[in-house]
């Protein structure tokens, strides 16, 4: 039986993946632009660039799973990169007969009023959620016609193990662990949802060998929503580390800032998650595969290691 996996990206979800598929014994190439190794015995690497939909149909020819783990470093680059970068994954998945594996996100959703299940409508106004939405509406297209088949797992803001500064509650450890004040997004005392990295893999993994599936979005498990400042004091405390001062930073500062930096006008268009409660349902998603999230304990150790 083929159990050939080709990973695009080698950031921490991408990382974890193929860990978890190597760790099995499936045969697993990561790809990147730059090929550099991840380290991670057993898995390969190729140096290409994805969004050439005849590079990556080709590294994806017999395999059994194309997975989307791909995540623009420049964060003001998105409405560029992602959209040439979506419709190769969409071309070499329907080339290559490989199932197409999505790590997506929260965005799509926009503003909420309650808990995001996988029924509620994608209704972003802003850019990148717009944009977010328009990728798995074209992939879930493509999966209704019988080009391709496709599925999506959305998490929320990724702690765990790698995550480091792309990460709202882990770009905080370097500081936090030398008893510096931490300064957070909105509201500290919001709550929040977060998502170990190893979970939206595990997630990802299942949801891309499971027929029925397929065509579906489904959710990361991920625990009980923390607020800013629970989630800081709980790391913390992974850490040995007395609780420090959480101060939170008002939207109308960031939307400020934004008018003369370019990376606060993206971060203010996406301050609604942080001033507000914002909490993932995984409902459905543990109904249907039976999983469950890492313990919160241990997700707030894994998150420490990056101190040390």
């Given at each position: ?93 329907e ?19 309650g ?14 959620g ?48 030398k ?24 997630m990802?993994?299942a ?21 800013q ?27 400020t ?20 409660p914002y ?16 313990p ?13």
């Amino acid at each position: 039986m083929n159990d050939r996996h080709i990973v695009v990206g080698a950031g921490p979800v991408g990382r974890h993946v193929a860990q978890l598929l190597a760790e099995r014994g499936s045969e697993v190439t990561v790809v990147t632009r730059s090929g550099t190794s991840t380290g991670i015995d057993g898995v390969s690497h190729e140096r290409a660039d994805a969004s050439d939909p005849d590079q990556l149909s080709a590294i994806a020819y017999g395999a059994t799973v194309l997975y989307n783990c791909a995540n623009p470093g420049v964060y003001t680059s998105w409405s560029k990169v992602w959209p040439p970068l979506a419709a190769s994954f969409l071309e070499a998945a329907e080339r290559s007969g490989a199932v197409l594996a999505i790590a997506g996100n929260l965005y799509p959703y926009g503003p909420v009023n309650g808990p995001m299940a996988e029924g509620l409508p994608d209704a972003a106004t802003d850019t990148k959620g717009i944009l977010r939405a328009r990728m798995w509406a074209d992939a879930k297209s493509a999966h209704g016609s019988g080009r391709i088949r496709a599925v999506e797992v959305r998490g929320s803001d990724y702690v765990g193990l790698g995550v480091g500064d792309g990460g709202h509650l882990s770009r905080q450890v370097p500081s936090i662990a030398k008893g510096k004040r931490a300064w957070v997004i909105g509201s500290a005392d919001e709550p929040h949802s977060f998502t170990d990295v190893l979970d939206m893999a595990r997630m990802l993994i299942a949801a891309a060998e499971d027929d029925t599936a397929h065509g579906q979005i489904w959710h990361a498990p991920t625990n009980p929503p923390r607020t800013q400042r629970e989630a800081i004091t709980d790391v913390l405390a992974a850490m040995g580390k007395p609780p420090v001062g959480v101060t939170g930073i008002p939207s109308g500062v960031i939307r400020t800032a934004g008018i003369f930096s370019p990376l606060m006008r993206e971060l203010s268009a996406m301050s609604y998650q942080w001033i507000r409660p914002y909490v993932l349902n995984d409902v459905a998603s543990r109904a249907h595969f039976g999983v469950v999230p890492t313990p919160w304990d241990e997700v707030c150790r894994r998150t420490a290691k990056l101190s040390r």
